[in-house]
């Protein structure tokens, strides 16, 4: 009972789902996608967990990949979003692979691997449909051939990506790849080195083999989860991270009161009205207001009254014996009932990814290997128990705190 609201990050779990996708999709290689503090889970513990079992990793910004340099991570990092010119400099002080998809930008990656003399490798996107980033496919071969042609410059992958890949038709999907692979090999027979092919996100990477090329990159699929919930789970595939609270007040409303801002919320009958210290500030959407359910004692409770910053209340009226610091389930398992993240999203009218994604900075994040606990990072760094010889006087200290005294107080 040491967190109000925290999540558990089950490595073992990640790292089995890793293993499975590797097994799945062999002979091509991973590139995990880790972008968004790998959605939620912790950019840094994760890549360092999974770089034994994967080849690459993709982040969106500089700063990610810098923060994954930073935490003592080898491998590749593909950044996947196009980068500013002005962040060349740094993009080559850090080792990290940028998608060119500007002249001015290969100009300005070009000419600072020049000043260092050793080539700075990169990769180009190549939009066969996505309507996102990219080169048009029309434009790719005289785009390809005057980026290849800079000095200091090294090709080292092509990609494309899917906007469909979870739809239950994958015909457009089939036709993205057919017109991307016959790109590459126009560019090929053009005498053009092309190392690295790539096209499957998760979806692709488990409903259509053929796109599996040189590197699958996953996400989702990596953290336990299908990008659609009407998918059928794939086999050996489990969530990585459950998100739970504790109940800290329990209250008795009589019939008439209201719950919450807006007293949006009216209840119909003497009530017992419980309190979790979970809110949009933590990643749980206002949308839920009214709307979602919790577990408690093994039951799906409704939230009753508006989500508010920092605080949540639901229904405990027919759940007999719920009681003040109950462990709460927002998403998980609890007492043989489920309610997966999915669910959760749907009721947020949102996707699990965005669930993921916006899990707060506040939350607690308990890294375990099956029951043994590895790590707790908390919004004040590494959380650690210090009990000094002769076990008098456990301190708690936070790396991100001075210790002996920094913090001063009146
Ligand atoms: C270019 C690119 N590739 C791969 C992925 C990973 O997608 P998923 O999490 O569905 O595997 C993303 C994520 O949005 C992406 O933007």
Known sequence: MRFPTWVEIDLDVFEQNLARIQQAVDPARVLLVVKADAYGHGAARLALAAEPRVAMFGVATLHEGIELRAAGVTRPILILSPTLPVEAEEILDYGLLSSVDTLEFAQRLSEAAARRGSPAGFHIEVDTGMGRTGVSEAGAPEFVARVAALPGLRLDGLYTHFPESDAPDLGGSREQLRRFLQLVERLRAAGVAVPRVHAANSGAAVRLPEA?????????????????TELEPFPGIRPVMSMKSRMVQVREFPAGATVSYGRTFTCKRPSRIGVVPAGYGHGLSWLLSNHGTLL???????????????????DLTDVPGAQVYDEVVIFGSQGGETLGAAELAAGSRTLVYEVLCTLGKRVVRVYRRGAEEDQVTTLVGERSVVTPPGGEGVRVEYSRVPRGGGVRFR
């Not at 599996?212 to 659609?228: E, N, Q, S």
Request: aromatic content about 2%; cysteine-free; overall charge positive.
């Open 212 to 228: 599996r090329l040189d590197l699958v990159r996953t996400g989702i699929l990596a953290y336990g989860l299908m990008p659609r």
């Open 296 to 314: 408690v004692r093994g039951r799906r409770v409704p939230i009753v009254g508006t989500v508010t910053m920092d605080l949540t209340m639901v």
